[in-house]
Nanobody
Framework: QVQLVESGGGLVQPGGSLRLSCTASGFTSDYYYIAWFRQAPGKERERVSCISRRDGSTDYLDSVKGRFTISRDNAKNTVYLQMNILKPDDTAVYYC????????????????WGQGTQVTVSS
């Protein structure tokens, strides 16, 4: 059973930065993709970014490209989301998710989820 714990959320002013961390346990293989999702009040959940544990390949939501960077430290079983130039529209609960997947691109569904961390961008 994969368990995921997010940390690093908080309140930040527009233009500021935050780094989220997702620490995992229970991986049985390197063939996992780890993704960051977010859900704002009244909006559907959307995938922000994902990364392959095996080869580090990444994918990003168009609206965060150039501002957010996902990375991994397999030795620490941790995935990071560095968020720069934050905007009020980035305000949401951010969730970490993981899925065992042999494909070469991010899967669409994820079995394992963290509890989420709140990110609020406001002046």
């Amino acid at each position: 059973q994969v368990q995921l714990v997010e940390s690093g959320g908080g309140l930040v002013q527009p233009g500021g930065s935050l780094r989220l961390s997702c620490t995992a346990s229970g991986f049985t293989s390197d063939y996992y993709y780890i993704a960051w999702f977010r859900q704002a009040p009244g909006k559907e959940r959307e995938r922000v970014s994902c990364i392959s544990r095996r080869d580090g390949s990444t994918d990003y939501l168009d609206s965060v490209k150039g501002r957010f960077t996902i990375s991994r430290d397999n030795a620490k079983n941790t995935v990071y989301l560095q968020m720069n130039i934050l905007k009020p529209d980035d305000t949401a609960v951010y969730y970490c998710a993981a899925q065992l997947w042999l494909g070469k691109s991010c899967p669409n569904s994820y079995k394992n989820w963290g509890q989420g961390t709140q990110v609020t961008v406001s002046s």
